[in-house]
């Protein structure tokens, strides 16, 4: 699942690279978005820890 956004990035890496502006940045936007997402997800889970 943390691939997803590192995938994004890097199409909008290599959009920007064959200069594809807008595809670029919706790369980047789209994954900027499911970075957050998934941050959200991350930081709502309770951790069981017993001491």
Same mark, same amino acid.
Request: proline share 2%.
């Given at each position: $699942?943390?691939?997803?956004?590192?995938?994004?990035? *890097?199409?909008?890496?290599? *959009?920007?690279?064959?200069?594809?502006? *807008?595809?670029? $940045?919706?790369?980047?936007?789209?994954?900027?978005?499911?970075?957050?997402?998934?941050?959200?997800?991350?930081?709502?889970?309770?951790?069981?820890?017993?001491?």
């Amino acid at each position: $699942m943390m691939s997803l956004p590192f995938l994004l990035f *890097a199409c909008g890496l290599g *959009a920007a690279w064959l200069r594809q502006r *807008a595809a670029a $940045m919706g790369f980047w936007v789209a994954g900027l978005v499911v970075l957050l997402v998934l941050f959200r997800l991350n930081m709502t889970d309770v951790l069981n820890i017993a001491l």
